[in-house]
């Protein structure tokens, strides 16, 4: 079993973080981790969060974010790859999409070689909705929801991704629009089996104690039933969360 979205996060880049990794995914039944760490985190994708310049509030939690140079974690993923384990480790990165930085994006990526990128909307128009509820107070609920989709179709149509992200994290913090989403589920899903990409069930909202953590079971049926490949993820952020809640996850992995 894969674990498909596990960070580093605030992780130290060492060899005894890798082996905790390595034990925790053996004990419970995992062979395979995606390791990867936000472009947030690395100051040659700064130029991906201009668009945040649009909402003061996103800004200067992007502003205020330590950043470091990819080069630290290319230094480790080669000293990683020289040595041997007993489960399979593939590094990767989860990209912040701005449909606004695509074309610099698909640049800055042709200098590294990864082997798999998830693909992520964290911000609707520079608004980043994950950070905290009040910062939805006063706007269109309706509108960021299709902004939300139409953005997810860009990224998907961006040929740059091996994988998207936590598809319906928008529903985070439970606000909801007012018309159905079948429609759109049912687009996300198409689009994905046409292009070949695969998406996740994302177990990480659970760690902040949010109930809601998972996919829509709708929305994990429409795109099973497209026959798109849904991989299991932790999201950890610290290498005891490799794996959490997969017993209540659903996946597709036989496609
Ligand atoms: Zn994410
Ligand atoms: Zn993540």
Redo the contacts with the bound molecule.
């Keep these: 079993m894969l674990d498909s ?1 596990i960070h580093f996060e605030h992780q130290p880049y060492d060899l005894k973080l890798i082996d905790d990794m390595v034990n925790v995914a053996l004990s419970k039944g995992i062979d395979e981790l995606n390791l990867l760490d ?1 472009t947030h985190k690395f100051k040659e994708f700064e130029f991906l969060y201009e668009p945040t310049k649009k909402d003061e509030k996103s800004y200067i939690w992007y502003k205020t974010h330590k950043t470091i140079s990819i080069k630290e974690y290319i230094d480790f993923i080669h000293i990683v790859q020289k040595r041997k384990y007993p489960v399979k480790l593939n590094f990767g990165l ?1 990209v ?1 999409y701005f449909p606004e930085t695509e074309d610099k994006l698909r640049e800055e990526l042709k200098k590294y070689d990864f082997d798999f990128l ?1 693909g ?1 909307v ?1 911000f609707i128009d520079g608004f980043a909705f ?1 950070i905290k509820k009040e910062n939805w107070y006063g706007r269109d609920i309706d509108n960021l929801y299709k902004r939300y989709f139409k953005i997810t179709e860009l990224l998907i149509k961006s040929k740059i991704f091996t994988q998207l ?2 598809p319906d ?1 928008i529903k985070i913090f439970s606000f909801f629009p007012s018309f159905d989403l079948h429609p759109y589920y049912e687009k996300i899903a198409k689009l994905l089996k046409e292009y070949n990409m695969m998406t996740e069930n ?1 177990s ?1 909202f659970a760690r902040h104690g949010f109930t809601n953590y998972g996919l829509n079971k709708d929305f994990f049926s429409i795109l099973e039933k497209e026959g798109v490949r849904v991989n299991k993820s932790s ?1 950890a952020h610290k290498y005891e969360d490799i794996g959490n809640k997969f017993d209540e996850l659903q996946s597709c992995n036989l496609y």
Excluded: K, M, V, Y
């Design positions: 979205h936000h989860e912040c998830i992520s964290h994950d992200g936590h994290a994302n990480g999201d």
